[in-house]
C-alpha cells in the first residue's frame, strides 16, 4: 500500500498497490492494517492541529477509480467521544 499526505488539503490517502511501486509499504494480513511510526504520528497532529496527544478516530472515503480511502485530517475526533470507547 501507500501512505500519501496532501498538506494543503490536510487529507491522509491510502492506495492499494503492487509491491514494486514507489513507496510501497508491506502491510502483513490482519484485520486492521496499522502504519505509523512517532515520525508519521508527529507529522499529521501538527499538521492536523490536534492539541494533544490523545487518540483520534476518522472515518475514510473509498476512490475506486484508485483503490484508495481518503481521510480528511481535519474531521478528526477524540477517540473518547465513541459509544464505548475504553482508554
Do not use: H
Request: net charge negative; glycine share 6%.
Amino acid at each position: 500500500m501507500q501512505l500519501r499526505i496532501d498538506e494543503k488539503s490536510r487529507q491522509l490517502m491510502l492506495r492499494a498497490c503492487n509491491l514494486e511501486e514507489e513507496q510501497a509499504v508491506v502491510v502483513q494480513k490482519e484485520d486492521m492494517p496499522q502504519v505509523g511510526g512517532r515520525r508519521l504520528l508527529r507529522r499529521i497532529r501538527a499538521l492536523a492541529g490536534w492539541p494533544d496527544d490523545g487518540t483520534r478516530y476518522v472515518y475514510g472515503v473509498y476512490i475506486p477509480d484508485y483503490d484508495a480511502v481518503v481521510f480528511s485530517l481535519t474531521d478528526a475526533r477524540p477517540a473518547s467521544e465513541l459509544p464505548g470507547y475504553a482508554e
